[in-house]
């Protein structure tokens, strides 16, 4: 079962969402339940659910603002958006940033949630094969990554590990505990050394990585995505184009060097 979490300040909403659709049936267990996005943070955090399901307009920190700071500490975490008809530009922006699809509030549709939990089933279940995969043959992995480091042994230690594990979530708290250090130093420290805050040096090295497969493969945007670690294939083109200036598919046809058969 894919651990969910459920995030929605209207009681009597949560109540008919949680009710509304046999979540087991469709490979999802209901794990959590919270009011606002800032309380869902801390959820995520500490128990790290595989997916969560968001209302949009929400007091303290609304689902947008969550989504951003799932994505920014490093949490892969699927999101299934609640937007009303006004709010639709938000739903827009959510797709941006990651999140897998969007529901209207006023007229929840058992039928689409159902094909998007099917979808969403697939994707999770497709991203564990391909980890499972990558545990068996490391050699698969791209390596032509320039790997460079610093000069601070603890800061090396933690971009080793992301260089190995790109494709696996990675956050700030994971690897503070990793070298026994105090987040906001390392925070601070990796900047400091790097240039980069943890997360941006994690989505540099999966770019890079992805580079490889858009030169040397005929896989599909959509499946790079998947293999160099991101959430799905909208926030890897986005990502993409803030690194390269361009979409990954512009950057393949711009590539001097065809893919290798």
């Known amino acids: 079962m894919w651990r969910t979490l459920l995030v929605e300040d209207e009681i009597h909403s949560l109540s008919y969402l949680r009710n509304f659709i046999s979540w087991e049936e469709e490979g999802f267990s209901i794990v959590g339940e919270c009011h606002h996005g800032l309380s869902a943070f801390e959820f995520i955090k500490e128990h790290q659910p595989d997916l969560v399901i968001c209302d949009i307009m929400m007091p303290v ?5 969550l989504l951003k700071t799932v994505r920014d500490n490093g949490y892969n975490c699927r999101f299934i958006m609640l937007t009303c008809m006004s709010e639709f530009e938000y739903a827009q922006q959510a797709i941006e940033h990651g999140a897998s699809g969007y529901i209207l509030k006023l007229s929840l549709e058992r039928e689409k949630m159902q094909a998007l939990l099917k979808k969403l089933n697939k994707e999770l279940q497709q991203m564990r094969k391909l980890t499972m995969i990558e545990k068996i043959l490391p050699e698969s992995k791209p390596t032509n990554t320039k790997q460079t480091f610093t000069d601070h042994p603890e800061i090396n230690k933690i971009m080793n590990y992301i260089y190995q594990n790109y494709k696996d979530q990675i956050t700030l708290k994971e690897m503070s505990a990793y070298i026994n250090m105090n987040q906001n130093y390392v925070s601070e420290l990796f900047s400091k050394k790097t240039g980069h805050s943890l ?19 005929d896989s599909s945007i959509s499946h790079i995505s998947e293999l160099c670690g991101f959430i799905n294939v909208n926030y890897y083109i986005r990502v993409f184009k803030k690194i390269m200036g361009v979409t990954p598919s512009e950057y393949r046809r711009s590539t001097i060097m065809p893919y290798k058969k």
């Open 61 to 65: 920190m609304d689902g947008i603002t």
């Open 199 to 217: 997360i941006s040096f994690v989505q540099k090295v999966r770019v890079e990585k992805s580079i490889t497969y858009l030169c040397d493969t």
